[in-house]
Structures are given as structure tokens and as C-alpha cells.
């Protein structure tokens, strides 16, 4: 089993929908939860970044942690054509080793 | 100006051939990363070194051999290339082990194709 599961999809989603893209994962021990996104051809850029349980809200963005559950959301509201990207959760229990899913693939369409 | 620079960006090469993909990040970050990227766009660890050391050697075969000459290079060197090799390679980087001040930065990765 993986550390870290997510759906690859690919998701279709209309321009201005709210998309839902999530992670599970199985060591208890994870602390530091991201989400990256990827362009095609180019390397994962930073999304969002959270510790522990809770949610964060950043402009469009907002990531949720639900440690007890051991999953993982990130929500995007009013979804744009330029939102069309791999989504990459990743997480870590300490610094250096990061564990990431193997990316959900969006589409927004116009 | 690009955070974490990596040549070359395509690879071509034949099984049997030594190669090295090179890193360089200009963020004064301490540690520098591995991985790799497969078909399926898993991203896996292969090396973490902070300021020159070796931290992490993931269960990578002997053939891939990394290399830090200071701590804003880490380059890859793979020798006796196998088609299982054909992937792409991201360089990252982060400060301190990769919370406190930054979580990874990543480059455009190398498209290695070995035929």
C-alpha cells in the first residue's frame, strides 16, 4: 500500500465550478500537509501548506485537514481554464522526506 | 530569475550509456533533492543532501550516483542506463530540511528517454 493515495481522474469541470480534489493517507504520524500544482512540461509549484488539522484559505484555495480521518482536501472555488493542472498532495512528518500522491489531473473547460 | 535551474531539459540516450543531469539553485537554500517523476506522475524521493551530506539514499540502484560540490549544486550522475531509467528527474530545494522557512522548490525536471 502507498503512503499517500489520490484519485488520478482525469476531472472535468465547467469554467466557475467548485472542484474538489482529495488524498488519504495512512502513517499517523504525518504533521505537514501540501498541495502542488503542475503544469504540463514544468515542475510542481506550491499551493498551499498546512500543519496539523484544520483549514486554510488562500484567495480561490482552500485546504483542509482531517486528521482523525486521515484525508486530505483541497477546494477550488470559481475554477478558471488556467486551473488546468495535475494537483500533487504531499506530506511529511518531518523535514526532510516528503511523501507525495500520484497527482489529479483537471481540466476546466471554457 | 530561476529558483532552481536544471540541465539539460530532454535526454535522448541508449541503454548502456553513462549520463549526468545537472542542479543548481540560486535561493541559498541548505538542502537539495532528488526524484523521480514516472508515466503516472508519481513523484518519488531519490537523495537529500544538506549543505554536501548525504541525508536520504532511497532504494536507488548503485548505478545513480549524486554529487554536491557546494551546497547550491547537487548534480546526478547514472551510469549503465536501462530503459527502466526513461522518467523525469526533478532537482529540488528547501530551507532547513524543508518546513520552517520553505517546503520544496521544485525545477522544470529532465525528460530522460532511453531507448
Known amino acids: 500500500q502507498k503512503e499517500v493515495e489520490q484519485d488520478p481522474g482525469p476531472l472535468s469541470v465547467p469554467e466557475g465550478a467548485i472542484v474538489s480534489l482529495n488524498c488519504t493517507y495512512s502513517?499517523?504520524?504525518?504533521?505537514?500537509f501540501m498541495w502542488y500544482r503542475q503544469y504540463s512540461r514544468k515542475g510542481p509549484e506550491l499551493l498551499m501548506y498546512?500543519?496539523?488539522?484544520g483549514n486554510k484559505e488562500d484567495g480561490r484555495f482552500t485546504a483542509q485537514v482531517d486528521k482523525s480521518s486521515k484525508y486530505i482536501s483541497l477546494f477550488i472555488r470559481d475554477s478558471q481554464p488556467s486551473d488546468s493542472a495535475t494537483y500533487l498532495c504531499?506530506?511529511?512528518?518531518?523535514?526532510?522526506?516528503?511523501?507525495f500522491g500520484s497527482g489529479t489531473k483537471l481540466n476546466v473547460k471554457p | 530569475d530561476t529558483a532552481v535551474s536544471q540541465t539539460p531539459k530532454y535526454l535522448v540516450t541508449q541503454m548502456g550509456n553513462d549520463k549526468s543531469i545537472k542542479c543548481e539553485q540560486n535561493l541559498g537554500h541548505d538542502t537539495m533533492y532528488w526524484y523521480k517523476q514516472d508515466s503516472k506522475k508519481f513523484l518519488k524521493i531519490m537523495f537529500s543532501y544538506n549543505n554536501k551530506e548525504l541525508i536520504i539514499n532511497e532504494t536507488v540502484p548503485n548505478r545513480f550516483s549524486p554529487k554536491s560540490p557546494d551546497k547550491a549544486h547537487l548534480n546526478l550522475h547514472i551510469n549503465s542506463l536501462e530503459l527502466g531509467d526513461s522518467a523525469v528527474y526533478f532537482c529540488?530545494?528547501?530551507?532547513?530540511?524543508?518546513?520552517?522557512?520553505?517546503?520544496?522548490?521544485f525545477g522544470n525536471g529532465t525528460r530522460l528517454t532511453v531507448t
Open positions: 529540488a530545494s528547501s530551507q532547513d530540511g524543508g518546513w520552517a522557512n520553505s517546503p520544496l522548490h
Open positions: 502513517n499517523s504520524a504525518f504533521q505537514y
Open positions: 498546512t500543519y496539523s488539522s
Open positions: 504531499a506530506m511529511s512528518n518531518n523535514f526532510n522526506k516528503f511523501y
